[in-house]
């Protein structure tokens, strides 16, 4: 379906969403999550309009979402920080003040750490899927996460002990 406009139109509909949640836990920032999603939009039309379209458009949006972070976050200059004020989310939290204590503790991981416990932990990926989109094998997500999360407990101190195994590792 080459060329099929219409149908990437109801393909974007559907899953921007999605995308844009991942993009926000990834950056944190409301506007450069809808950068990336654009950014990844643009990309998958790209391959949508080619005759070997992707046989799983949502998975190859999220692949293509993650390396677009990851390689946003190799292209920033070293003089920007993340910030730390998170902008307001939707009602229906059961524990705000814990998930912007996370937020704020993940923003100060490195990218690919960052990309590997949102996909395991907050999107709920398998190793193996988290492995096929962040390009690495499953015994590296396994260790990535194991060294992730310990780097998480450090930066969250000692007294987040227990929050963050209920709250990250579910």
Do not use: I, N
């Not at 989310?89 to 590997?116: C, F, I, N």
Request: net charge positive.
């Amino acid at each position: 379906m080459a060329g099929d406009a219409e149908g990437f139109t109801d393909f974007a509909t559907s899953c921007s969403g999605r995308l844009f949640r991942t993009a926000w836990l990834l950056t944190g920032d409301w506007h450069l999550a809808e950068d990336l999603v654009q950014e990844t939009l643009g990309k998958v039309y790209r391959a949508w309009t080619k005759r070997s379209r992707p046989d799983d458009p949502a998975a190859y949006a999220r692949t293509t979402l993650v390396r677009t972070f990851v390689s946003h976050r190799r292209r920033r200059g070293s003089a920007e920080r993340p910030t730390d004020s998170v902008p307001d989310t939707p009602g229906g939290e059961t524990d705000v003040a814990l998930r912007v204590t996370l937020l704020g503790a993940l923003g100060r991981l490195d990218a690919k750490d960052r990309a590997v416990l949102v996909l395991r932990y907050w999107e709920d990926r398998s190793v193996e899927e988290t492995a096929a989109e962040l390009g690495l094998s499953a015994g590296a997500v396994r260790s990535r996460s194991f060294r992730a999360l310990d780097r998480l407990r450090a930066v969250l101190g000692t007294d987040a002990d227990d929050p963050t195994r209920s709250g990250v590792a579910r």
